[in-house]
């Protein structure tokens, strides 16, 4: 308690517990007003129950309230959350428009708050304030490259740091991009290598990014691995794994389990990234096995986050319930992978290249035979289905092709 509110009491001996409602809120107002005027500080709550014995929700709203009545900014961290939202997104609004794109760091120590305490992270916090955020991040770090000059020490440690990166990926049969290495590490990679290639043979690795088909393949099984050892947790019992069939390999539905009261299961698994969108076409693919196999209970599990779709007797997990998994049934050493398999992606120019050159092969193959192989022929030999690169009636556009080429 101040000198002043002290006096005041002593010297007319008024007990504080006899004063009115409107006396208490003059003093309380007083009180935190010179406090900040002389000592520039805001009172806390329980500063507040330790000088006046009195609770201060029983006065004002809250601390932000009884600072409204004196017309005194309070710091966000005392602001009620939506007020405090929008200061921020005003705040961070005002800076761009300045040209200034704020860090984390920067905003935190100039508002005195954590941005994660209202926002997921910096890019919803801009997302939301309407700005883009690559031109964020292209601002932040120009300023770090302007703000400091690395050693040579600092620039080989950073080199390393990918070296290590990406040998570690590649023993898992991942080969990861610039833009995945840039992001996992929180680096800027075209400070330190002129290109991919360059950073792969300075970790003595061979540069092989996967084909769109290969990648896709290798999601599906480090996926389907790691969905076999969470039934094993959870106590089903596993019948039979599509990949790892000798009869049927990768044929049908993905999984056939027995859960503890004996009942058969089907099981559907999709490594996608996860802003795919399922369709309704997944779902009947489950769904036509299980009628096949009269079974009535169905699993479907996939990666996205955007699965809304509903049907009966198909429980769908998706990527957060997949994370949810990881963490109950003690898998944390899975949560990498999954988070590289909603996030692995094949670059528009690679994926048509592939494209183009998977048609090529097609076309040389039907070439060097003397007759024009049948469908079950060409698939088998070249393991493809002709129609995803030739689309409806392949055989004439195939034969077309060669015509014109003759």
Request: hydrophobic content about 35%.
């Amino acid at each position: 308690m101040t000198k002043k509110i002290k006096t005041i009491i002593q010297e007319n001996k008024v007990d504080i517990s006899k004063m009115s409602r409107e006396e208490k809120i003059k003093a309380l107002l007083n009180y935190a007003k010179e406090v900040y005027i002389k000592e520039n500080r805001f009172v806390s709550k329980r500063e507040i129950r330790k000088v006046f014995h009195v609770e201060l929700y029983n006065y004002f709203k809250n601390i932000f309230d009884m600072y409204q009545n004196l017309n005194l900014d309070v710091p966000l961290a005392h602001c009620p959350r939506e007020y405090a939202i929008n200061k921020i997104i005003e705040f961070v609004k005002n800076k761009a428009k300045e040209g200034s794109y704020l860090s984390k760091s920067d905003i935190e120590t100039e508002l005195n708050i954590h941005i994660d305490t209202y926002f997921k992270d910096l890019n919803d916090l801009y997302t939301i304030a309407g700005i883009d955020y690559n031109i964020v991040k292209n601002s932040i770090m120009k300023k770090i490259i302007l703000a400091h000059t690395y050693t040579s020490e600092e620039i080989e440690k950073q080199k390393q740091s990918i070296r290590d990166f990406i040998q570690l990926n590649v023993s898992n049969g991942f080969y990861p991009s610039t833009q995945y290495i840039q992001k996992s590490l929180n680096l800027s990679f075209y400070n330190l290598y002129d290109d991919i290639y360059q950073a792969y043979r300075d970790a003595n690795i061979s540069y092989e990014r996967p084909s769109p088909i290969i990648l896709g393949k290798q999601k599906e099984r480090v996926l389907t691995l790691i969905i076999k050892e969470l039934f094993y947790r959870m106590g089903y019992k596993l019948l039979r794994v599509s990949i790892e069939s000798k009869t049927d390999f990768n044929k049908f539905s993905d999984m056939t389990i027995i859960d503890k009261d004996g009942n058969k299961c089907l099981v559907e698994i999709k490594a996608y990234r996860k802003d795919y969108c399922i369709t309704k076409r997944e779902l009947n693919q489950l769904s036509r096995y299980m009628k096949k196999e009269n079974i009535s209970k169905g699993i479907f599990i996939t990666t996205t986050e955007k699965c809304k779709l509903k049907m009966e007797n198909i429980d769908i997990i998706n990527g957060d319930k997949i994370i949810q998994f990881m963490r109950k049934y003690n898998l944390h050493k899975y949560l990498y992978s999954i988070k590289w398999i909603q996030e692995s992606r094949v670059n528009s120019k690679e994926k048509e290249e592939h494209y183009n050159l998977t048609r090529e092969k097609i076309i040389e193959f039907v070439k060097n035979h003397k007759e024009f192989p049948s469908k079950i022929e060409l698939e088998k030999s070249l393991r493809l289905d002709i129609k995803t690169y030739f689309g409806r009636n392949p055989y004439k556009k195939i034969k077309e092709i060669i015509k014109k080429d003759a």
